[in-house]
């Protein structure tokens, strides 16, 4: 079984500029959340990707913005970076079916500086 | 307003002692409830769910909806329990997951 992979590991940008965070989902899962986490706090909900749409959304500008793709990887994009965006993203996926309870998987995070 | 509160940032106990992190919601409808679990340099990952009603590596936690609250517990605490415990809700039928601050278990020797 293959985890939630997330690249990079690292990345600096200046604010400003416009940033693309990856994520490979777990081997079975057709459900990507993107979420969060600044420093000292919990992750906060982004997004969610299933069926390559977005059907759900949290409360974050239009500037983040996201893509999932038919082998059900995910992209976040993060246009005019602001020095408060500084913080680690998260990509979770997940099975989403009739049940509806399977509970998220973790990536590692990418951990976004803007200078 | 949807929130999970997790009123201690760091709580140290000795090993063999009681462990309780707390959690209190705010949700208008059933939600579920979860704690997740990172170890040191490991990812964030589930450690139970209410609908499960399952003890995890020791821990169990009751939904106690009259007080809303989702308490994680363990008798005894072992040095590896050691790690930062987050507390989530997602209402039933959604996909959002509203996560705590996060409590810092340190078990000390």
């Known amino acids: 079984e293959t985890g939630v992979t997330q690249s990079p590991t690292h990345l600096i940008k200046t604010r400003g500029q416009q940033v693309t965070l990856r994520c490979s989902s777990q081997?079975?899962?057709?459900?990507v959340s993107w979420y969060q986490q600044a420093l000292g706090q919990g992750p906060q909900f982004i997004f969610q990707?299933?069926?390559?749409?977005?059907?759900g959304r949290g409360n974050f500008p239009p500037r983040f913005s996201g893509l999932q793709f038919p082998n059900y990887s995910s992209e976040l994009n993060v246009n005019a970076l602001e020095l408060d965006d500084s913080a680690l993203y998260l990509c979770?996926?997940?099975?989403?079916?009739?049940?509806?309870?399977?509970?998220?998987?973790f990536g590692n995070g990418t951990r976004l500086t803007v200078t | 307003a949807q929130r999970v509160t997790q009123p201690e940032k760091l709580l140290s106990v000795f090993k063999g002692a009681p462990v309780e992190l707390k959690c209190n919601y705010s949700?208008?409808?059933?939600?579920?409830l979860f704690w997740y679990v990172q170890y040191s340099r490991q990812r964030l990952q589930l450690l139970l769910r209410?609908?499960s009603r399952e003890s995890i590596k020791g821990f169990t936690a009751d939904l106690n909806k009259g007080e809303t609250s989702f308490h994680l517990k363990k008798p005894f605490a072992q040095e590896e329990d050691s790690a930062m415990y987050y507390c989530?809700?997602?209402?039933?039928?959604?996909?959002?997951?509203?996560f705590g601050t996060g409590t810092r278990l340190k078990v000390l020797a």
């Open positions: 979770a996926s997940t099975l989403s079916g009739s049940n509806n309870n399977s509970p998220l998987h």
């Open positions: 081997s079975g899962h057709n459900t």
């Open positions: 990707y299933y069926r390559e749409e977005e059907n």
């Open positions: 949700y208008s409808g059933s939600p579920e």
């Open positions: 209410h609908i």
């Open positions: 989530a809700l997602k209402g039933s039928g959604t996909y959002k997951y509203i």
